[in-house]
C-alpha cells in the first residue's frame, strides 16, 4: 500500500518520531517526500495510487481539489485531535476511513487537569499571586479544601472525563458528575456519583469541564450554576470555550473574589485584547496548553501506527471518528 505524509512539516519529526516513522516505512511504500499543505498540489496526477495517508496537524482541506490529487484515497490516519477544520462532506460522501489520536491526545489532557485540580483544591494559583504581589509569604485566609475528604465534579464523562475520573481514583476525593447520557449503574462502577448540573456545581469543591461545544451545549454553563459555586471554588476548563457564558463567567467573578477559573480555553480563543479575563485576579488562563506537547505528541503518532496495523489485519479502526464527533470538534 502506498502512503504520504501530509501535515505541516515543523509537526512531523513532533508527532512522527524516528521511531514511528521506522515503523511506517517497514508497512508501507512511501513513494514522496513529506508534503505539506500546498506543496501537495504540485503532485497532481502523480499521487493516483495513494490509499493512505499520515497527517497532523496542518492538514489539507479535504475538498475536490484535494480528491483529485489522491482520487484513490481509502484512509486517513490523522495524529491530532480535532478533524473538523479540514473535513468535508467530500470526504464523508467517498466513505473515507478517518482515524485520529484523541484518546491518546486525552491522556495529556487527563493529565493536565488532574494536576489543575489539585493545585486549584490547594488554593495554589491564588497563593502564588499573592506572595508575588506581597512580596513575602503570607498565606490568604481561603477555604481550602486540599485533598482529602472534598469533592470534584466533571462535567461530562466523555472520553477524558472518564480518563479524569478514572485517575481521581488514587486521592481521597468524592467524584460526582454530570452526564445525561450515562446510567447511574455505569457511574458507580467508576466510582462516580451522578448528579445533576446545578448540584454539581453547589457541592464541588472543584469543578472540571469537559463537555463537546455542540449547538444544544453552547452557553449551556451560566451565571446562575457559577453562583451557586461554594466559597472558595475553581472551576477548570480544558474542553471549549463556548460550552461557557463568558460574560456571565466573568460577573460572577467579579461578584466573588473567592472562586477561581483556570480557563485553558475561551470564546473565542484566544480572548479579545480588551477582555477581562486578562486582568481579573482570579482567573488562570492558558493558551490552550492541556493537550499533547513536546514528547507528548509522539504518544499520537504511535497511536496511528497501531491503527496502521489494524488497517492491513484487516481489523475495524479502534479509533475511527464520524460525521458527529467532527460536529463536536468545531
Known amino acids: 500500500m502506498k502512503a504520504v505524509y501530509l501535515l505541516s512539516q515543523?509537526?512531523?519529526?513532533?508527532?512522527?518520531?524516528?521511531?514511528e516513522q521506522r515503523d511506517i516505512a517497514a508497512r508501507v511504500e512511501l513513494p514522496v517526500p513529506p508534503l505539506d499543505a500546498t506543496s501537495y498540489l504540485a503532485w497532481r496526477g502523480k499521487l493516483n495510487d495513494v490509499e493512505a495517508i499520515f497527517s497532523g496537524w496542518g492538514m489539507a482541506r479535504m475538498d475536490e481539489a484535494f480528491f483529485e490529487v489522491f482520487p484513490s484515497l481509502r484512509v486517513l490516519f490523522y495524529g491530532a485531535g480535532a478533524i473538523s477544520g479540514f473535513v468535508t462532506?467530500?470526504?464523508?460522501?467517498?466513505?473515507i476511513q478517518i482515524t485520529n489520536a484523541r484518546v491518546a491526545n486525552g491522556v495529556a489532557v487527563a493529565e493536565y487537569t488532574i494536576a489543575q485540580i489539585v493545585l486549584c483544591l490547594k488554593q495554589a494559583w491564588r497563593q502564588a499571586g499573592r506572595v508575588k504581589?506581597?512580596?513575602?509569604?503570607a498565606a490568604a485566609r481561603l477555604p481550602v479544601a486540599g485533598t482529602y475528604g472534598s469533592t470534584v465534579?466533571?462535567?461530562?464523562?466523555?472520553?477524558?472525563?472518564r480518563m479524569v475520573a478514572k485517575r481521581l481514583r488514587t486521592f481521597d476525593v468524592r467524584v460526582i458528575a454530570y452526564d445525561p447520557y450515562m446510567s447511574s449503574e455505569e457511574a458507580s462502577t467508576m466510582n462516580v456519583e451522578l448528579v445533576a448540573l446545578d448540584e454539581l456545581f453547589s457541592r464541588a469543591d472543584v469543578i472540571t469541564c469537559h463537555t463537546p461545544w455542540l449547538p444544544e451545549t453552547e452557553g449551556m454553563l451560566h451565571g446562575g450554576l457559577f453562583r451557586r459555586m461554594k466559597p472558595g471554588a475553581s472551576f477548570i476548563n480544558t474542553a471549549r470555550g463556548a460550552?461557557?457564558?463568558e460574560a456571565d463567567l466573568i460577573a460572577v467573578l467579579r461578584e466573588r473574589n473567592d472562586l477561581f477559573a483556570v480557563l485553558?480555553?475561551?470564546?473565542?480563543?484566544?480572548?479579545?485584547?480588551?477582555?477581562?479575563?486578562y486582568d481579573l485576579p482570579n482567573v488562570m488562563l492558558t493558551p490552550h496548553i492541556a493537550g499533547s506537547m513536546g514528547s507528548e505528541c509522539r504518544r499520537m503518532g504511535r497511536a496511528m501506527v497501531?491503527?496502521?496495523?489494524?488497517?492491513?489485519?484487516?481489523?475495524p479502526l479502534l479509533y475511527r471518528v464520524d460525521r458527529e464527533y467532527a460536529r463536536g470538534q468545531a
Open 10 to 19: 515543523q509537526y512531523l519529526n513532533l508527532i512522527y518520531g524516528p521511531d
Open 89 to 95: 462532506e467530500a470526504a464523508w460522501a467517498r466513505g
Open 133 to 137: 504581589s506581597m512580596r513575602q509569604f
Open 153 to 161: 465534579g466533571i462535567v461530562s464523562l466523555g472520553t477524558i472525563g
Open 243 to 245: 460550552v461557557v457564558n
Open 264 to 277: 485553558d480555553v475561551t470564546y473565542p480563543e484566544p480572548p479579545a485584547p480588551d477582555s477581562p479575563l
Open 306 to 315: 497501531e491503527e496502521l496495523d489494524r488497517w492491513l489485519r484487516g481489523e
